[in-house]
């Protein structure tokens, strides 16, 4: 015989499935909290102003 299913049932557990992947998501775009965002964003600085502070050249191109 064939399994008897509750359609109610059946339609609120796909739900509940697709609910948990947005979710999941959502947390993977936004999930980032403001200190890290903060520390990440003062690392990249940091890494800059020490990349800017080692040039041989001076940026306006000119080569005397």
Do not use: F, P, Y
């Amino acid at each position: 015989m064939a399994e008897i299913v509750n359609l109610r049932q059946a339609r609120k557990a796909k739900k509940r499935a697709t609910d948990a992947a947005d979710a999941q998501a959502s947390r993977a775009l936004h999930g980032v909290t403001k200190a890290e965002r903060l520390q990440t964003k003062q690392e990249a600085d940091r890494l800059s102003r020490t990349v800017d502070g080692a040039r041989l050249d001076d940026r306006s191109g000119n080569r005397d």
